[in-house]
């Protein structure tokens, strides 16, 4: 009976450990178009290698996104690279016999530049109050 008790209380400990419950979320929200044009169900990528966040939000039919954690909205605090990426294609299951069409209007509007951490020069600093990060982007 006391290993039982043992084991429920080790479980119980190691699950609260991977779940940092107690982290500060700043909320973070905004807008993606290209030149004045809303871009839906683009992918918004934030990414903080050094908190090991890497989180990602999709915009609505009007390009709005906010970020939506397991444990709340926003992101920890901290320093972002931020990327967009067009939305991801649906395959069909099953073997694929020819690629599909392009059939997403929007994968050739989001400028390669902003599709790269190391080339969209996008950053965001998470505070406690909220963060919008509004992108208009430019097709060269």
Do not use: W
């Not at 807008?31 to 989180?55: C, L, W, Y």
């Not at 530049?113 to 950053?123: A, E, F, H, N």
């Amino acid at each position: 009976m006391r290993n039982l008790l043992f084991i429920v209380a080790l479980v119980a400990l190691a699950s609260g450990l991977g779940c940092n419950r107690g982290e500060v979320l700043g909320p973070v929200h905004g807008v993606i178009t290209v030149e004045g044009t809303p871009v839906e169900r683009a992918t918004v990528m934030f990414s903080n290698d050094q908190k090991g966040v890497h989180m990602n939000a999709v915009t609505d039919s009007q390009g709005r996104y906010v970020v939506r954690m397991a444990n709340g909205d926003g992101l920890p605090l901290g320093d972002y690279k931020v990327r967009i990426c067009p939305p991801i294609q649906d395959h069909p299951l099953g073997p694929i016999k020819a690629p599909p069409a392009n059939v997403d209007p929007f994968a050739s509007t989001i400028p390669s530049r902003y599709r790269d951490v190391k080339t969209s020069d996008l950053k965001l600093s998470v505070t406690e109050k909220s963060n919008s990060l509004d992108v208009d982007m430019k097709r060269n």
